[in-house]
């Protein structure tokens, strides 16, 4: 598939977050993303919350998801299409699913949206997007559905992605959730809206764990959310902070790939001639050079050596139809993973260099 770009959004290095900060009020993280990341806004995920951490937060509304004690620390999530009731619930979510796939417009007061008590974030940021002069895009981001059917059990600790009903009420649940907040944000700012399907789980896969699962139903599970992000207008990309199959995800119909470039640039480094197909399609890197998961390496890293390791890897893949300049005109910025695990003082600095690199990069090249 042709991305279709003509929107006009240039990605030319700018700095973009991964949502997860260690706050617990969204107004201070607020104000440390627009300071670090004026240009491209996202939304704070503050997993301190237990409604705002990765499996909660977009579980409402999708009827085989049973929560107990939600917002608790006790709180338990499960899948259970068994329960008394199912099979009307079940019906209902199709019939609304039917419904605004065929009027999108009727998105905004569906079971599809996202609560303000679990992304005070979100609406957080379209209060302040009119008042930010710098933007270029804005960013969202979705908990992906391979990561949500793997990491949420039934009762017998079976994996709902193993379950067909399951599996395809989520993949549709998450894809709709994923057009409902493209439109939320684009009818609060008049830039290019950015939307990553976050699949931490991507990473198992060839695992024991996950030996049945085949590429094809993962470009088929991700092609879907990323169809629904883009018929709402958005740019669809998808966060892996691990190491995956990326042959199989540049081969997918996403826009924008994000991964870990500081910890696992060797893996998808060989895969020359499909980042390049990427590239050729208009595709654009989000490079997770800002290291994220130790300590001794956010200490020990500084805007110099973080812009000579992009310099370097940019220079392994580019091959001889492009320079520098070229990768990081469709190449944005990123620290390798959320900072909500770090101490404040380390999600500071992890902030300050992706900004600080963002900026050497662009003066040296564009």
């Not at 006790?74 to 699913?97: P, Q, R, V």
């Not at 419904?99 to 008590?117: G, I």
């Not at 001889?320 to 990768?327: C, E, F, S």
Request: hydrophobic content about 40%; some cysteine; proline content about 4%.
């Amino acid at each position: 598939m042709m991305i279709d770009n003509s929107v006009g959004f240039a990605a030319q290095g700018l700095p973009v977050l991964i949502g997860s900060l260690p706050l617990d009020s969204h107004t201070k993280a607020m104000n440390l993303i627009l300071e670090a990341t004026p240009e491209i806004p996202l939304w704070p995920q503050l997993p301190s919350n237990p409604s705002e951490q990765m499996l909660p937060q977009f579980a409402e509304g999708i009827p085989c998801i049973v929560e107990k004690n939600h917002g608790s620390r006790e709180n338990k999530i499960y899948f259970d299409i068994s329960y008394n009731g199912f099979d009307e619930a079940m019906l209902a979510f199709y019939e609304d699913y039917l419904m605004v796939s065929e009027n999108p417009e009727m998105l905004k007061d569906s079971r599809f949206t996202t609560s303000r008590e679990r992304a005070a974030g979100l609406y957080l940021l379209t209060d302040k997007l009119a008042a930010q002069p710098k933007i270029h895009a804005v960013k969202g981001q979705i908990t992906g559905p391979f990561t949500m059917l793997t990491g949420i059990k039934d009762l017998q600790g079976r994996a709902g992605y193993f379950d067909d009903t399951i599996r395809d009420m989520v993949i549709k649940g998450i894809s709709m959730k994923a057009a409902w907040q493209t439109n939320l944000l684009k009818n609060s700012s008049s830039h290019q809206v950015i939307l990553f399907i976050d699949e931490p789980a991507l990473a198992g896969l060839g695992s024991s764990a996950f030996i049945s699962v085949t590429a094809d139903e993962i470009k088929k599970m991700i092609n879907e959310v990323a169809g629904a992000i883009h018929l709402a207008g958005g740019l669809a990309g998808i966060h892996v902070c691990a190491n995956t199959d990326w042959g199989l995800l540049l081969e997918s119909e996403i826009d924008i790939l994000s991964f870990d470039a500081y910890g696992f640039f060797d893996r998808i480094a060989p895969l020359t001639k499909q980042i390049s197909a990427f590239l050729d399609r208009g595709g654009i890197i989000a490079w997770g050079g800002i290291p994220t998961s130790r300590a001794e390496d956010i200490e020990a890293e500084s805007t110099e050596t973080l812009t000579e390791l992009w310099k370097s890897q940019a220079e392994s893949i580019m091959g001889t139809d492009r320079d520098k300049k070229d990768v990081l005109r469709q190449t944005l910025i990123t620290p390798s993973c959320g900072t909500g695990s770090l101490t404040l003082e380390l999600a500071r600095t992890v902030l300050n260099l992706t900004s600080s690199v963002s900026k050497a990069l662009r003066a040296e090249f564009l």
